[in-house]
């Protein structure tokens, strides 16, 4: 079945920087778009950025313009955001995701989620 492991969150000082992971299993990996989510508390889920299977990264919002990248590896079937300049408005849970053809219509598959909290 498909899985989405997150992996890299932690507590880190206004400033710093992360490399979330995400290894995926169970579908083809390299023909599918990935997309890196968050949510903050008390707020909706929002998309922070997606890459395409050939490795074009979507638009991103502004707030995190030049400070986040993402990036895949097909071999390994990892999907990493890397997060530089981390602002206390970062913290959030930050999900993987994938949009599959499943059971005759597209789904969304999700992983656990990752902590991160951008603190002093």
């Known amino acids: 079945q498909v899985q989405l492991v997150e992996s890299g969150g932690n507590l880190v000082q206004p400033g710093g920087s992360l490399r979330l992971s995400c290894v995926a299993s169970g579908f083809t990996f390299s023909s599918a778009t990935m997309r890196w989510y968050r949510q903050a508390p008390g707020k909706e889920r929002e998309l922070v950025l997606g890459i395409t299977d050939g490795g074009v990264s979507t638009s991103i919002a502004d707030s995190m313009k030049g400070r986040f990248s993402i990036s895949r590896d097909n071999i390994k079937n990892t999907v990493y955001l890397q997060m530089n300049s981390l602002k206390p408005e970062d913290t959030a849970v930050y999900y993987c995701?994938?949009?599959?053809?499943?059971?005759?219509?597209?789904?969304?598959?999700w992983g656990q989620g990752t902590q991160v909290t951008v603190s002093s």
């Open positions: 995701c994938t949009v599959l053809f499943s059971g005759g219509a597209y789904r969304f598959f």
